[in-house]
C-alpha cells in the first residue's frame, strides 16, 4: 500500500485560504468516504481535524473544512493564523480492515 | 475524558523485540479498536495495525506482516504492540490511538520513543 500524495509544503500569509491535496487511487481514498486529517506540533501527539471526509470534531475551529473529488481529498483552512503552523496528513481507509496515511504537508505562515 | 497513557522509552539492539503498552480510560474499552501508528525521525506518518478489544482481532499492516503483534488485556485496559527482529530503521514514536469515530484516529497517546542501535 503505497502512501497518500501531498504537496510537501503549503504557505501563506495570515488571513489567506490555503489547500493541502491528498491523492490516493480507487483503492483507498476513490472507494470511500472515509479521509481523515490531523494536525502535527512536532513533539505533540496529532490532532484530528476532519473525519469522515468533511466532518469536524467538537472543538476545532470552522476555519478548517475538508472535501474530496475522485480520488483526492483536499484540508482547507481560511483566515490563516500563526497556531496553524504544523504539518498536516490526510489518512485514508483502504478496504480490508487497512489504513495509509499520507506524505504529510508543512504547513508555513508567512 | 479519554486518556491513553503509554509506557515509557525503550532501546533496543538489532535483533531484538520490543513491547509497548497504552492504558486506557475515560470511555467503554471494548467498545473502539485501538490502532497503533509510528513516525521515524523525519519521516511521516505509518499506519502499523489495528486491534479489536472485544474479541482481540487484530489486522496489521502488509509491512509489519511476521513481525508485529498486538494484545489486550481487558482486566488492566491495555493493549499492547510486541515489534520483533528490530532493525534500525524500526527507530520511530509510536502512538496508539483510539477510532472513536468511524474510520478516524480521535485520541491519541502520548507516543512511546523506540531506539534500535548497536
Known amino acids: 500500500q503505497s502512501a497518500l500524495t501531498q504537496p510537501a509544503s503549503v504557505s501563506g500569509s495570515p488571513g489567506q485560504s490555503i489547500t493541502i491535496s491528498c491523492t490516493g487511487t480507487?483503492?483507498?481514498?476513490?472507494?470511500?468516504?472515509?479521509v481523515s486529517w490531523y494536525q502535527h506540533h512536532p513533539g505533540k501527539a496529532p490532532k484530528l481535524m476532519i473525519y469522515?471526509?468533511?466532518k469536524r470534531p467538537s472543538g476545532v475551529s470552522n476555519r478548517f473544512s475538508g472535501s474530496k473529488s475522485g480520488n483526492t481529498a483536499s484540508l482547507t483552512i481560511s483566515g490563516l493564523q500563526a497556531e496553524d503552523e504544523a504539518d498536516y496528513y490526510c489518512?485514508?481507509?483502504?478496504?480490508?480492515?487497512?489504513?495509509?496515511f499520507g506524505t504529510g504537508t508543512e504547513v508555513t505562515v508567512l | 475524558q479519554v486518556h491513553l497513557v503509554q509506557s515509557g522509552a525503550e532501546v533496543k539492539r538489532p535483533g531484538a523485540s520490543v513491547m509497548v503498552s497504552c492504558e486506557a480510560s475515560?470511555?467503554?474499552?471494548?467498545?473502539?479498536?485501538m490502532h497503533w501508528v509510528r513516525q521515524a525521525p523525519g519521516q511521516g506518518l505509518e499506519w502499523v495495525g489495528v486491534?479489536?478489544?472485544?474479541?482481540?482481532?487484530?489486522n496489521y499492516a502488509q509491512n509489519f506482516q511476521g513481525r508485529v503483534t498486538m494484545s489486550r488485556d481487558t482486566s488492566t485496559r491495555t493493549v499492547y504492540m510486541e515489534l520483533s527482529s528490530l532493525k534500525s530503521d524500526d527507530t520511530a514514536v509510536y502512538y496508539c490511538?483510539?477510532?472513536?469515530?468511524?474510520?478516524?484516529?480521535?485520541?491519541w497517546g502520548q507516543g512511546t520513543l523506540v531506539t534500535v542501535s548497536s
Open positions: 469522515e471526509g468533511s
Open positions: 489518512c485514508s481507509f483502504a478496504g480490508s480492515a487497512t489504513y495509509v
Open positions: 486491534v479489536n478489544p472485544s474479541d482481540g482481532t487484530r
Open positions: 490511538t483510539l477510532e472513536y469515530s468511524r474510520s478516524s484516529f480521535d485520541y
Open positions: 475515560g470511555y467503554t474499552f471494548i467498545s473502539y479498536y
Open positions: 480507487s483503492s483507498d481514498v476513490g472507494s470511500y468516504n472515509l
